[in-house]
């Protein structure tokens, strides 16, 4: 199943044939908040970059918005919220399982099989729209490839509708920890305006005034992708990543047995001061490499103390998908909007969500132009 995500889903040639619909939502994106601008009205950071990740990632995978007409991009994000919440449940249930087991304690089961079942309703819908109403000038999205191999007896893939299911949890996944890293860098810009500063410089001088950011600048703003890794640093959006062992070994002198249960806590790493200079400093400069040989010796530094995606063969397979998502949407906001806040800084105080670190309370601001561009679709600017 991860191979074929990573092949038809988030690998370098399936990101660069949906690079349009990305660019499409992004203007849409903008165009909401220039709109919320020109009535002076306020943005809720959080909600807006939710409902934005989704429409992407939905477009990406299954060629269609959920509607909010009718409610179905509400009940979808409710089920996000949900999932996430269960997931906190049932690492705990993986955790102590046996513990839990010899004293008779439930194992969320009710509420397991619930989400489950709410889950499972959605995704009937979902097949049999899109099995009904294919969209043939969208090309084969994500879902097409996963029927297409679930009725196919010869498919080099062999697909189940558990897998079909367990696409729709990742993708769920993939909404909140995007929308959630988006929601606490711009909440970081906001209360180091030497950092918006130099964001905002670099900005006008890559892309100028005449267009919005699009996903092709990204490798040329180098500051924009310091901020997103710091951002990831301080504020992982998943703190804990629960592992298994495979096979019996020693570490530091201590005996691991087969299959011993271990969480690590990434949240405590990337905030180590033995570790990082300042670590609780929001300082993207850190990030920063002054030659190749520089970047180089960064990677091989960081690989074991910067783990917001995890590391190795189980790190996650969208964190480049990722990255290019979050660094273009805080590209727009900040290129093309100053904020006005309640108050002079932004309330930092972080929650649990399920297995999500966010805001414990919603940041809204109420934008203001700096610029109207002349909007295009980024595949279209490339013929």
């Known amino acids: 199943m991860k191979k074929l995500m990573v092949t038809k889903l988030l690998g370098p040639q399936a990101q660069e044939q949906s690079r349009g619909i990305r660019a499409d939502e992004i203007n849409s994106f903008y165009g909401k908040l220039l709109n919320k601008a020109r009535k002076k009205e306020s943005v809720d950071v959080g909600k807006e970059a939710m409902n934005l990740v989704n429409n992407i990632m939905c477009m990406m995978s299954m060629g269609r918005r959920f509607s909010e007409e009718d409610g179905e991009a509400e009940r979808l994000k409710g089920l996000v919220t949900e999932w996430s919440g269960l997931i906190k449940r049932m690492l705990l249930a993986v955790l102590f399982r046996r513990q839990l087991e010899k004293i008779g304690i439930s194992l969320f089961k009710n509420e397991i099989m619930r989400v489950s079942n709410r889950c499972d309703e959605m995704l009937e819908r979902v097949l049999v729209g899109h099995k009904e109403e294919p969209d043939k000038d969208q090309g084969k999205d994500m879902m097409d490839v996963l029927l297409a191999a679930y009725e196919d007896k010869k498919a080099e893939y062999k697909i189940t509708i558990n897998h079909i299911k367990a696409f729709f949890e990742l993708l769920f996944g993939a909404i909140d920890t995007s929308s959630t890293t988006i929601l606490w860098a711009m909440a970081e810009i906001i209360n180091n305006p030497n950092v918006l500063e130099k964001l905002r ?6 892309v100028g005034k005449t267009r919005l950011i699009q ?10 992708q310091a901020v997103v890794k710091e951002t990831l640093r301080l504020h992982p959006p998943g703190p804990l990543v629960p592992r298994e062992f495979q096979k019996e070994c020693e570490i530091g002198g201590f005996y691991i047995p087969e299959k011993t249960r271990l969480v690590v806590n990434v949240y405590d790493i990337m905030r180590d001061p033995d570790l990082w200079v300042d670590p609780l400093k929001f300082m993207p400069e850190r990030f920063l490499a002054s030659s190749k040989s520089g970047q180089e010796d960064e990677r091989k530094e960081k690989v074991l103390k910067y783990l917001p995606f995890g590391s190795g063969r189980r790190g996650c ?14 590209g727009v906001i900040v290129h093309g909007f100053e904020w006005r806040i309640d108050g002079d800084k932004v309330n930092m105080e972080e929650v649990m969500e399920g297995v999500i670190l966010t805001m414990a309370h919603p940041l809204k601001f109420t934008p203001v132009t700096r ?3 002349c909007l295009r679709n980024e595949t279209e600017s490339h013929i």
């Open 201 to 206: 410089k670099e900005l006008d001088s890559i």
């Open 215 to 224: 996903e092709t600048d990204i490798p040329n703003l180098p500051y924009l």
């Open 317 to 330: 397979p969208g964190s480049a998908l990722g990255y290019m998502v979050v660094g273009t949407v805080i």
């Open 371 to 373: 610029y109207v561009p």
